[in-house]
DNA sequence: GACGACGACCTTTTT
DNA sequence: GGTCGTCGTC
């Protein structure tokens, strides 16, 4: 214990060494592609804790959920597990929710408010684009979502935007002069239904750290340390509320790259990072510019390709690996035919390099591009996977059964009120629904407040339909209660079955109909995967909101598909993502760069970081490719190869000779159906309490819920096993239970987690804690009471 | 209220 | 080309 920070520094390069050190100041870290930016930061905070900084008084904020539990994980491989669970370490929008929910009551808000997420949002806005009897040909809801998105960004409240010249000019330019009416009502609506919005998250922290400073002061008093991944990524919300929070010990550190900031059309400020140094000019800046992950050859084509970018923090990013093969360039005739070269290619360099189909992936600019890299990839029997389908969240009937359990807990919660008022059908349709709406406007009051006494707001309504709405009102009172006894996985059980969902769906045996069963199915696993979990660590919040506060923020970006497919994802998608072998399809002027980010440069320099991105998730080898001509919209268009084409060097270039690709060959198994996607359950197959299951959704909710991730040889290099040096060594060797003997070293196999092998045993009898280092998941400390686990031989 | 036809739409999307 | 939303019909 006593040389463990040297242990935590050990395999760090100087760079690295030293900004894990510096914890002085303010810091920032310009991480290059590839260079251990993960490692610096985790280890950072286990100095931190090292040095004797408790948890909690360290932030980390991170923008995916999947970048906040890697860290997690690495952390907790480090320090005590206990100790990294009392970080305050998660996504901006997780952490600050968290603060919100504490603090609600300073805003005015409700500490169960909901959260709507893009959806609900759109279609709120759309519902008050109707009510102000405006052009929904012109006002575009999601326009008009980017527009309110985009200034509350920027911290401009709705009184703001309409005394702002500027904007009302755009405004006026753009044929939609009453956006900033529109952004009114939405935030009037939004306060009504007790809910805050994917921006609000921060527009509210921003509010509540403005308006109450004894508030900001006491957290400001808590949070020793912050610690920001992707700085480069980071809005004008988020910039300030770092820079209020960091106000009083100034110790803040940032990791980004400038060069990897490719999110501008979500607000994000790349001045952020550019201007730290202006912001704190006691600062000091450290430089990870070795790269591990890619040959020489392809670091060097990243670099030529950005050097012609103007604004950027000035860095040399290498790379000590072997040379490497030149990029091959593949020019197309077609987008078909670009297609069949990628999958011959991949065919080829499967058999030729041994490296599993996992490690190869295709990036394209735009999403459109996926469906003909498919078809070549099917019709050479390729497998693969697509990243950013449609999640299991999105899934209607998934979202209509969360929107009831957002109902429960927050009956003003307008948009789970629309949801579900008529799911399962109960004949309130389209007519009701509008009269409910006309009287809450008009009374400004809830559509569940005149749901719940249509009589004394005189709705104008049949007696039958007065009477389904009593019904329904009844049914959700009735549910409130059981929502604060029973734990998620029964209540939402007792649910189904009392509002009719379980008999309508049962009544349905159409394949879509089956579908919806599974996947309805896959969620209550997933809750009751969730309370074991929970149960298994020692937490006994197992209630719907607990539950809610977990899934509310969560994405799909962050699925675990372990198959050997080949990966097919946006460029954008692919951030922070690594593979041996890339492909970088559709470089071609309009696509890469896209057509609507030609004007400026500013634009165009940041679809040059996006290709640089793309070209850099390469480990050994990269290719890129272009079409001369391309299906799109309907029609076929021609363009030229990328302009950015001509800013590689072309000396690390293997231009192409053409290469025409086969002839399609016969589908080999005559299946035209796209595999089975991760979510899709595979059908009949019995799900939970089983052993040994086929992968389905539930094991990825449960697997993101359990916060354990499929180790993938991906990430940084670093592997758990050898950060698990760190780990102490404490309590007891033995320990008898009613569930047999338990020792140190002893291997076990857990009913979802797999097997794995005793670390650490603490406590006595059935009441122990026993430290697991699964195989799959990970390090995991469960109470042995609830575990489902039995020792092996 | 359910279903089929037709027309408009179409960059990227960490939460 | 494919999807989604709206409108018309039963």
Not at 81 to 94: D, E, K, N, R, V
Not at 299 to 325: C, D, H, W, Y
Not at 695 to 702: C, L, N, R, V
Not at 703 to 721: C, E, F, I, N, Y
Request: include cysteine; proline fraction near 3%; glycine fraction near 6%.
């Amino acid at each position: 214990m006593l040389n463990s920070v040297e242990k935590i520094l050990d395999k760090l390069n100087d760079s690295q060494k030293q900004a894990v050190l510096y914890n002085d100041g303010p810091s920032l870290v310009i991480a290059g592609a590839g260079s251990g930016k993960t490692r610096v930061l985790t280890r950072k905070v286990a100095v931190l804790l090292k040095q004797g900084l408790a948890p909690w008084n360290i932030m980390a904020l991170t923008f995916t959920n999947k970048a906040a539990r890697e860290m997690k994980e690495r952390i907790a491989t480090m320090v005590d597990p206990a100790s990294a669970s009392l970080l305050w370490m998660g996504t901006f929008h997780s952490v600050f929710l968290r603060i919100l929910r504490a603090e609600a009551s300073a805003l005015g808000y409700s500490s169960a408010f909901s959260i709507y997420d893009t959806a609900d949002s759109k279609n709120l806005i759309k519902s008050i684009i109707r009510d102000l009897g405006l052009d929904e040909k012109i006002y575009r809801e999601g326009a008009v979502h980017a527009r309110i998105s985009s200034a509350k960004n920027d911290l401009i409240s709705a009184t703001a935007y309409a005394n702002n010249a500027a904007l009302q000019e755009r405004d006026l330019f753009t044929k939609m002069p009453r956006i900033a009416e529109i952004y009114q009502r939405y935030v009037q609506r939004c306060r009504l239904a007790s809910a805050m919005d994917f921006d609000d998250l921060l527009y509210n922290t921003n509010v509540l750290f403005r308006d109450h400073p004894e508030i900001l002061k006491a957290y400001q008093s808590r949070f020793q340390f912050i610690l920001v991944d992707e700085y480069q990524d980071t809005n004008f919300s988020q910039h300030l509320i770092v820079s209020r929070l960091a106000e009083r010990h100034h110790k803040v550190c940032v990791v980004g790259d400038d060069s990897q900031s490719i999110y501008s059309f979500r607000g994000a400020n790349i001045d952020n990072i550019l201007n730290f140094k202006k912001t704190y000019p006691e600062c000091l800046m450290f430089k990870l510019e070795q790269n591990y992950r890619s040959t020489q050859t392809i670091v060097n084509l990243a670099n030529s390709l950005i050097a012609k970018n103007k604004m950027q923090i000035p860095k040399s990013v290498f790379s000590k690996r072997e040379t490497g093969n030149k990029i091959q360039v593949l020019s197309a005739f077609s987008d078909m035919e670009e297609a069949f070269m990628i999958a011959n290619k991949i065919n080829e360099m499967h058999m030729s390099l041994y490296d599993p189909w996992s490690e190869f992936a295709v990036l394209y600019r735009t999403n459109a591009q996926s469906r003909i890299l498919e078809d070549a990839l099917r019709k050479r029997s390729i497998p693969y996977r697509i990243y950013g389908g449609m999640s299991f969240y999105q899934r209607k009937e998934i979202k209509d059964i969360i929107a009831y359990l957002r109902l429960v807990i927050n009956p003003s919660d307008e948009e789970a009120f629309k949801r579900v008022i008529n799911f399962p059908a109960r004949g309130i349709g389209k007519t009701t629904l509008d009269k409910i709406q006309q009287a809450a406007n008009q009374h400004q009051t809830t559509f569940w407040e005149i749901c719940a006494n249509p009589l004394s707001y005189n709705l104008p309504v049949h007696s039958g339909t007065e009477n389904k709405l009593r019904q329904f009102s009844s049914l959700i009172e009735s549910l409130k209660p059981l929502a604060l006894t029973l734990n998620v996985y029964e209540f939402t059980k007792k649910l189904v079955q009392d509002s009719g969902i379980n008999q309508a769906l049962l009544q349905d045996n159409s394949e879509e109909g089956i579908s919806r069963q599974e996947h309805l199915e896959s969620l209550l696993s997933g809750m009751h995967d969730f309370c074991q979990n929970r149960l298994e660590e020692g937490n006994e919040q197992l209630l719907l909101p607990d539950y809610l506060a977990e899934i509310s923020l969560l994405t799909d970006q962050d699925e675990v598909d372990e198959g050997d497919k080949v990966n097919l994802m946006t460029v954008h998608a692919a951030k922070g993502l690594e593979f041996k072998n890339v492909f970088v399809s559709g470089l071609e002027d309009g696509i890469f760069p896209s057509i609507r980010n030609q004007e400026s440069e500013r634009e165009l320099e940041e679809e040059r970081r996006l290709l640089y991105v793309a070209i850099t998730r390469a480990g050994d080898h990269c290719v890129l490719s272009y079409a001369k001509s391309r299906f799109r919209n309907g029609q076929t268009e021609y363009s030229k190869p990328s302009r950015f084409l001509n800013d590689l060097d072309k000396n690390l270039l293997d231009l192409p000779t053409r290469a025409f690709a086969e002839q399609e060959l016969p589908s080999a198994s005559g299946s035209t159906h796209r595999p089975a996607s991760f979510y899709n359950p595979s059908a009949n197959k019995p799900h939970w309490p089983t052993e040994q299951r086929t992968k389905t959704p539930t094991e990825k909710i449960s697997s993101r819920q359990g916060k354990w991730t499929k180790l993938s040889a991906k990430p940084g290099g670093s592997t758990v096993g050898q950060d698990n040096a760190f780990k102490a060594e404490a309590g007891s060797s033995g320990v008898k239970t009613s569930k047999g003997e338990f020792r140190l070293g002893q291997r076990v196999l857990h009913e979802r987690f797999g097997e794995g092998l005793i670390q650490k045993i603490e406590g006595q009898g059935d009441n122990c804690k026993i430290g697991v280092e699964f195989k799959q998941a990970g390090y995991k400390l469960l109470l042995l009471k609830f575990a489902s686990m039995k020792a092996l031989n």
